[in-house]
Structure formats: structure tokens, C-alpha cells
């Protein structure tokens, strides 16, 4: 019974951040095309209407993606480990990630971990770098606080190229659980 439970709890959360990586190419198809010259202020204001869109789509998937009464992409979840064998010790740890796309106090304390702990799971956080708790990134760095047009296209190209590599990282570890659970 477990494993079904925990089955149907991954796939949940994979269906959403499998959306979120979509969100993700569709930000980024939205920064090249305003890097393009010849945009006008109209285009560039449509642009970033939509890029922002994206940004709220996913913040929605990081409060409303639930299984069983229980949040499981916004922070307040973590790694959680599943009992799936009939022997003590026998269990799965599972990590799931936050996706909310900006960085709060709240999520480290619903999560129960220190600063440096929570931007392990934090997606959008420290967006410089390629792991959100490398102490060299910009931990002001995150989703919501990107635009795509002015000077900073190709920041802005490595931000979402990091949280879409960071998003497949998650999907890619939440079907290794799915497969040992099989």
C-alpha cells in the first residue's frame, strides 16, 4: 500500500514539474525573441507580459500541487522517507523540491531546515549558478525577479537555463524512486 501511495505522490509531482519545464522553454523562447533587434516598446511590453504569466503559472503549481492533503513543491515538504519493504530500514527517501519562484523565511521554517539546507531543494533560488547552495552564487537571484528586456538577456538565458537543468535533475530523481519502487 505504501508503494502505491508513493507512486501516485511522485507522479503528481513529476506531472508538475514536467509543466514547470515547459514553462521554462517557453520563458526562454520569450528572452530570445526579445533580445531580437527591431522590437518595439509594444512587442517588448507583450513579451514580458507573458514571460511574467509563466512565472505566476508556476507559482501556482508550486501552492497547489497536492497529494493527500499535503503540498508537495512548495517548500514545506522537503525529503521525505517511505517505509516499502516489510523489514525496518527498508524505506526510499524521496526529495521534493520547491518550486515556489521566489525565496522566503517561510519555506525554511515550514521545511524545518537551515538557510543553507533549503536552497538544496529551492529551484529558483540563486539562479547564477548551477546549485542553488553554492556560497558563490547571488542568493538574490530568483525567478520572480526577472525580466527579459533591457541589457541582461544573456543572465537572464543562464538563469533559466540553471532552474530548467535543476528541474530535470528533480524529475530525473523522482524516476529513480519511481523505478526502485518497481
Request: aromatic share 4%; hydrophobic share 40%; no cysteine.
Amino acid at each position: 500500500r505504501n508503494i502505491t501511495a508513493a507512486v501516485s505522490m511522485i507522479t503528481t509531482a513529476d506531472q508538475a514539474l514536467m509543466e514547470v519545464a515547459g514553462n521554462l522553454t517557453s520563458m526562454r523562447a520569450l528572452a530570445v525573441a526579445a533580445a531580437e533587434t527591431g522590437q518595439t516598446d509594444l512587442e517588448n511590453k507583450i513579451l514580458n507580459y507573458e514571460f511574467s504569466a509563466l512565472i505566476k503559472d508556476i507559482q501556482t503549481k508550486a501552492t497547489e500541487t497536492s497529494w493527500g492533503g499535503r503540498n508537495l513543491l512548495d517548500g514545506s515538504l522537503g525529503v521525505i522517507r517511505l517505509q516499502v519493504g516489510a523489514h525496518n530500514g527498508e524505506n526510499i527517501e524521496i526529495v521534493f523540491p520547491d518550486i515556489n519562484t521566489d525565496f522566503g523565511i517561510s519555506e525554511l521554517v515550514q521545511a524545518g531546515l537551515d538557510s543553507n539546507s533549503a536552497s538544496d531543494f529551492d529551484i529558483f533560488t540563486n539562479l547564477s549558478v548551477s546549485e542553488a547552495s553554492i556560497a558563490e552564487g547571488d542568493e538574490s537571484i530568483d525567478l520572480n525577479a526577472q525580466v527579459i528586456t533591457g541589457s541582461n538577456h544573456n543572465s537572464t538565458l543562464t538563469y533559466l537555463d540553471n532552474a530548467a537543468a535543476r528541474v530535470t535533475r528533480y524529475r530525473n530523481n523522482l524516476s529513480i524512486a519511481l523505478d526502485r519502487m518497481t
